[in-house]
Each structure stands twice: as structure tokens, then as C-alpha cells.
Nanobody
Framework: DVQLQASGGGTVQAGGSLRLSCAVS????????IGWFRQAPGKEREEVSC????????LYADSVKGRFTIYSDHVKNMVYLQMNSLKPEDTAIYYC??????????????????????WGQGTQVTVSS
């Protein structure tokens, strides 16, 4: 079975750092595009960052550019999200998911939540001011 499991959340003060981990199992990791998404109370789920393991291409939401870094470990089948300079508005439940669109020759990395699935249990990130 395909499974993605996010972990690593916690409570930090503004300006602090956290690293989230996404454990991926049940599929060939090197072909996959994996994304990080978040959902704050009363808000829709939004994209944070996505990575294509096939070529290393990455996308970031404007709100996290320069502060967050996504990267993969192809040995451990893990995708990480390093979050620095955290702000209170980063508070949310963070999820990782797999791109469920076409992985063919026309594949181009996108990061919209509607194109991702296999949502695992999220991990809570709380940033206090």
C-alpha cells in the first residue's frame, strides 16, 4: 500500500526552525513528485513546496521562499521540509502527499493540492509570537 507519513511538527517561537519529515513507502520513490501542504484553522489547504524526485526540480509558495527548503533522501525514501525564520502565520497542520497526475513525457512539476493524493496524517506546527 502507498503510504505517506508526516512527522516533526512542534511548537516554536517566531524566528525558530523545524524540520518536517515525510516517510514514503509502497511505491518507486525516485519517480515520484512529493509535496508539502498546510491547512490553518478556517482556511483552505494550500501548497507550501513540492519536489520532483526524477530531476530534483522544486517549487515554493511565495510566502515561504527563502525560508523553507525541500529536499529528498533517495536512500531513506524520505522528503524533508526545513523551515527557518518561522512566523506565527506559518501555524497550521502540515501534510505531505504524492502527485497523482500524469508522470509521462509531458510531466511538469505542479504544486496545486488538487493534483495530489495519498494524504497522510498531518503534523501540527505552532509558531508563537
Amino acid at each position: 500500500d502507498v503510504q505517506l507519513q508526516a512527522s516533526g511538527g512542534g511548537t516554536v517561537q517566531a524566528g525558530g526552525s523545524l524540520r518536517l519529515s515525510c516517510a514514503v513507502s509502497g511505491l518507486y520513490f525516485d519517480d515520484q513528485a512529493i509535496g508539502w501542504f498546510r491547512q490553518a484553522p478556517g482556511k483552505e489547504r494550500e501548497e507550501v513546496s513540492c519536489i520532483a524526485n526524477s530531476d530534483g526540480s522544486k517549487l515554493y509558495a511565495d510566502s515561504v521562499k527563502g525560508r523553507f527548503t525541500i529536499y529528498s533522501d533517495h536512500v531513506k525514501n524520505m522528503v524533508y521540509l526545513q523551515m527557518n525564520s518561522l512566523k506565527p502565520e506559518d501555524t497550521a497542520i502540515y501534510y505531505c502527499a504524492r502527485y497523482t497526475g500524469d508522470y509521462g513525457l509531458a510531466f511538469l512539476l505542479t504544486c496545486g493540492p488538487q493534483s495530489y493524493g495519498y494524504w497522510g496524517q498531518g503534523t501540527q506546527v505552532t509558531v508563537s509570537s
